[in-house]
């Protein structure tokens, strides 16, 4: 018992290192598996009475022969396995071995517990890790609030998507390290140049979207755009600390306003894409603001 009991705790903790959850649930099934001989394995997590499927080693389960493993975790969530055997004879197998399953199983759980904890809160994260600011994850999970309290208010927001110029030759010719700096002075120029009640948000690769709350009209938007626009023509990215070789870049600037130019966050969104791309048409260190009657023939699909 004690000698399964430490075989059990190594396995353990390899699987605590493990740093992605899809890789801790193969490692389970193959333990399971190999030691075990089960033919199949189906992994759940239970939380407020809804189910969701962890993983499937297959998609078509044969359910005769099926032991079903519950592992409670909290207050309101639970592993749930169920372990499949290939015919009658192996069932009676597993089962003859079901309390050492058992016990591999309730302790492997609360690894595969915070592994799942873990990959919750990183989907959930809303703060883009290199620069700080929001990410598209925000802009999907609280848009269409700030849509529903401008209309209540009556009042405009600003849309800005700022793309930098010509981003992958810095990669190209540098690496991800010296545009992530680029990226993360930009994001600090953004906040410099706008209100701390306005919303930052890296939105792709190389574009942020700024969010002007409560402007009078397009003409605060424009103003603030080429504010953004020639302050950041003026910040030096160092990249060899060295040499003090500096790196300085340009950044052009797509407007829509929301309700004047679209009645819903996608639409708005996709009009400051469509800007954006006008703007980069005209050169560096431009910007731009859409136009129904100057863009619509234009067609991003």
């Given at each position: ?176 390290a010296i545009g ?42 424009i103003m603030i755009?080429?504010k953004i626009i ?72």
């Amino acid at each position: 018992m004690s000698q399964l009991f430490e075989i059990i705790i190594k396995e353990n903790e390899k699987l605590k290192l493990l740093e992605d959850s899809g890789k801790v649930y193969n490692k389970i099934f193959d333990y399971l598996k190999e030691d075990y001989n089960i033919h199949e394995l189906k992994i759940s997590f239970r939380s407020q009475n809804q189910d969701r499927v962890l993983f499937e080693s297959t998609k078509e389960l044969d359910l005769s022969y099926q032991i079903s493993l519950t592992f409670p975790q909290s207050q309101n969530s639970e592993v749930m396995y169920l372990i499949t055997a290939k015919n009658e004879e192996n069932r009676k197998e597993i089962e003859h071995t079901l309390f050492s399953i058992k016990l591999t199983l309730q302790i492997f759980s609360q690894s595969l517990y915070n592994k799942y904890l873990e990959k919750s809160i990183s989907e959930l994260s809303l703060i883009d890790q290199v620069t700080g600011s929001y990410n598209r994850t925000y802009l999907d999970n609280y848009a269409h609030n700030l849509l529903s309290l401008s209309q209540r208010e009556q009042k405009k927001i600003g849309f800005l998507k700022i793309g930098i110029d010509q981003f992958k030759a810095v990669i190209d010719e540098f690496d991800y390290a010296i545009g992530d700096k680029v990226l993360k002075t930009l994001a600090d120029t953004l906040n410099e140049n706008v209100r701390t009640s306005d919303i930052v948000i890296k939105i792709d690769s190389d574009e942020f979207l700024v969010i002007l709350l409560n402007i009078v009209n397009e003409d605060n938007a424009i103003m603030i755009s080429e504010k953004i626009i020639n302050n950041f023509s003026k910040k030096e990215v160092l990249v060899n600390p060295q040499t003090e070789q500096a790196l300085k870049k340009t950044v052009c600037s797509g407007i829509s306003i929301y309700p004047d130019d679209a009645s819903d966050i996608d639409e708005i969104i996709r009009n400051a894409d469509i800007a954006l791309y006008e703007a980069r048409n005209k050169g560096r260190s431009q910007t731009f603001k859409y136009n129904k009657e100057e863009t619509n023939t234009i067609d991003f699909f």
